[in-house]
């Protein structure tokens, strides 16, 4: 390879390193991502978030506690989850965990994954809970819009 | 990229070699460390040792003494940048920035020329602007993400982290310190802020400096003084944030602003921190660092 190829390869590069952060900034506001991760150099940046997640059984218009034992295999892919949530974000959905609890389970109706994300508000320094709810309904069951707790 | 140049070109060459023997030491240093916590962690928790730990100690161990031989370097930095790669993919999304900035690192050891002058050059050039585009973007960040104004990151790790209490104790009432200590990370407590006057100054002298020392860095009037200025805040934020390895990688790359081949001067001292990080790891001498 000859030098002005390297010096154009490097060029290309260099671009993309200046570039990349901004890119990555703008996912943390749009989908949360974590500002640490994907190299955007945001290590310190802002404190960790942390991922909960919960899953509810949807039986017509109620939600209910999923009170059911879970296999093994189905609790370390939600604990797999909820770390690499912290990461990614909102552009990671549960949707597979769902798949697989719906699998699992044919008699349910329909379940509904609560994820919730704590972290420390930059305008008030006070910690605050964002909640967002996955509802996934068997084919053949009627979903429902609002289903109440 | 001339703008970081300035290298004295008659111990050009030296410098970089230096750079890329630290390099490759560090590397090593830090994928045994890798593969060592992932055993410990496995062993802490009753599980089967992973598969590629052995690998993990030996693969690195080849690379980097195809590394550190002239002859075979640049193989010695092509296997180093495979394995890194594939430990990106094998951590997605968890790889710290830090692997990346390594992974680029190592690349470039395989892709230039060491013995060239035009292209040890543009590598000593191009490490340089990796260098302070990764420390001027730490300080927008920070910025943008807004919690150093009134020190709530501080205040949060204060909260979390022994050593962030151990640092701030010289520049913080206890009081500010206990109330910190008590929050137990509930939803609704806080505010997260401290309120004493050196560590509002220390919160906001972070980003400040982490944005205004690399373009200092890039003006050679001023790349002396920024050169040491920027070692100084690295020694310092190591005492709270104690990123050990990510501090040797750095350093590594920030000896290279020197005009001169100073860093050949530092591989003795970058081995013996890299044996005492890796003897912490073993657990043969107290973690007196990691807190």
Known sequence: ?????????????????????????????????????????????????????????????????????????????????????????????????ADQILDAYPDLEGIMIVVGTKFIDSKTALI?????????????AQP?????S | ????????????????????????????????????????AALDANQPVPWWFWPGILVPGIATALAIVPRTRRWGFALWTAVAVALHVYFFPHAGNHLLLMLLFLAMGAFFDWRDEREQELMLQSVKWLIAIVFFYSGIQKLLHGYYFRG????????????????????????????MKAFTGAVGEGPYTLDAPLALLASNATYILEIVLPIFLLIPRTRFAATILTAVSFVLIQIAARELFFFGLYMNGLFLFFRRDVNRYAIPVFILYYVWLLLMQLHLIPEIWFG
């Open chain 1, 1 to 97: 390879m000859t030098f002005d190829t390297k010096k154009r390869i490097l060029r290309i590069v260099m671009v993309l390193f200046i570039v990349w952060p901004i890119a990555q900034f703008a996912l943390t506001q749009f989908f949360d991502l974590s500002p640490w991760k994907l190299f955007g150099w945001g290590m310190y940046a802002a404190p960790q978030r942390n991922v909960r997640a919960r899953v509810l059984e949807v039986r017509g218009d109620t939600v209910i506690d999923f009170a059911r034992p879970v296999p093994v295999e189905i609790r370390d892919r939600f604990q797999r989850f909820q770390i690499d949530r912290v990461a990614l974000g909102n552009l990671l959905r549960p949707d597979e965990i």
């Open chain 1, 128 to 140: 605050v809970e964002e909640r967002e709810n996955y509802i996934y309904m068997r084919e053949n």
């Open chain 1, 144 to 148: 429902s819009e609002n289903p109440q």
């Open chain 2, 1 to 40: 990229m001339q703008l970081a140049g300035g290298d004295d070109p008659e111990t050009r060459g030296s410098k970089l070699r230096a750079f890329l023997i630290i390099l490759a030491i560090h590397t090593v240093a830090e994928f045994w460390r890798i593969a060592l916590d992932a055993r410990d």
């Open chain 2, 152 to 179: 709530e990151l501080f205040a949060y790790y204060i909260s979390i982290r022994d050593n962030y209490e151990y640092f701030f104790q010289f520049i913080t009432p206890a009081s500010e310190i206990a109330r």
